[in-house]
């Protein structure tokens, strides 16, 4: 039976309670759009009525002035290309590199053991003092920025996914076993599977720490990017740069984490499939 034989097939019941789930989802993103179009006129009438400092807060106008001075000078799209690809490239290697050593602490509890304590001083540690050091050994440049988000998101990482793989059915793992499984096949069966959602998660994690520590890294040594105009922004007392590049930030963030929502929905979906 095809996917459109079952849609046509459906009871009354559950067609009105589809409609009920397709209206809630509507009115919630109608309600969230409301709220940011209500804050943004409230924030420019109030600068316009002077109740507060345009000079120090900015306004949605001169926002809206200023990116169109950046489009029209052409950095506008330089400074988001630069962040963004300096951010997706610290998530991709920070998810990865942090997996695979997630791996293999799951894999060799003698290696576990024996780095356990340094995971936790590392991650403890203010990453911001590590800055200057990448610095001076790397250069300034984009591989120090990605080295700055590799340092906040990489531990928190292999801490998350390494917790998750320890949290895995032991019923499961020694049900395997019993049948002669191997140490890799008990991970490909059992392991990996079961904690595909807590990867995902420390994707969505990821998505956060890897913007920290792209835009810290840009504070401390960049010639473009979000960071960069923020920076200049406020040495130069350009509060409307400030603002819009913020503006600008939050948006690029937003989408980055609306991809890996559509990559667990995509996942998710095939999983159900498959069952």
Known sequence: MSMSDIKFNLSPERRAYLKKVQAEKMAIWIIRMSILVLIFVLWEIAANLKLIDPFVTSQPSRMIKTLGSLYAEGNLFLHIGVTCLETVAGFI???????????????????????????????????????????????????????????ISLIVTILEVLNAFLQTDEDKIKL????????????????????????????????????????????????????????????????DLVMTSVIILAIAAAVMYQGVVWIQKRLTGQAE???
């Open 93 to 151: 290697i920070g998810t990865v590199l942090g997996t695979l050593i997630a791996v293999i602490l799951w894999w060799s509890k003698f290696i576990s053991r024996v780095l356990e304590p340094y995971l936790v001083v590392l991650n403890s540690l203010p990453k911001v003092a590590l800055g200057p050091i990448f610095i001076i050994w790397i250069g300034a440049g984009p591989a120090a920025i990605v080295a700055m988000a590799l340092a």
């Open 273 to 275: 499939q498959k069952n």
């Open 176 to 239: 395997v076993e019993t049948f002669g499984g191997s140490r890799s096949q008990v991970f490909i069966k059992v392991v990996f599977p079961s904690n595909i959602p807590a990867m995902i998660n420390a994707l969505k994690v990821n998505v956060g720490l890897s913007w920290v520590g792209v835009i810290t890294g840009e504070f401390l040594v960049s010639k473009a990017g979000l960071g960069y105009l923020i920076v200049y922004g406020g040495q130069v007392f350009q509060l």
